[in-house]
């Protein structure tokens, strides 16, 4: 199952997937290098930062949401509804992850999952090892 082959990435892929989540995670925290204000300073939640002033300073890097400008002139009603449908389709997606960690972890604890979910005798919530520590005790 998807832990099993987490489990076998190596120590060094685990560490650059988390640190682009981590750069992406940075990126909107600083409201896109300071060409939109935080998301609790009057942002609309949900609206990603473009990567124009990175592209525009460091190098050329598509953004993540319509890299290709395909829906620039959409009507604000439409973007609105989209927008709702992408944090619906987000919501799901976490419970569905989630479902699926209960069911691997816990057999039988998601019914509709059983004979779907393989079972995992590993630790789900130790991401490198079971004694992992990033303070080294």
């Not at 319509?66 to 509804?81: A, S």
């Amino acid at each position: 199952g998807p832990e099993a082959q987490w489990d076998a990435t190596p120590a060094n892929a685990k560490w650059q997937i988390l640190t682009v989540i981590g750069l992406l995670e940075i990126w909107d925290e600083c409201g896109g290098g300071g060409s939109m204000p935080h998301y609790m300073r009057g942002r609309q939640p949900g609206k990603y930062p473009t990567f124009e002033n990175f592209r525009n300073e460091v190098h050329f890097v598509l953004d993540l949401y319509d890299p290709f400008g395909l829906f620039k002139n959409m009507k604000d009603e439409q973007k609105e509804r989209r927008l709702v449908m992408e944090i619906n389709n987000g919501r799901l997606a976490m419970l569905g992850i989630f479902g699926f960690l209960s069911a691997d972890k816990v057999e039988g604890s998601v019914p509709l999952l059983k004979g779907i979910a393989k079972q995992y005798d590993g630790d789900i919530m130790a991401p490198f090892s079971a004694d992992f520590t990033l303070f080294g005790t």
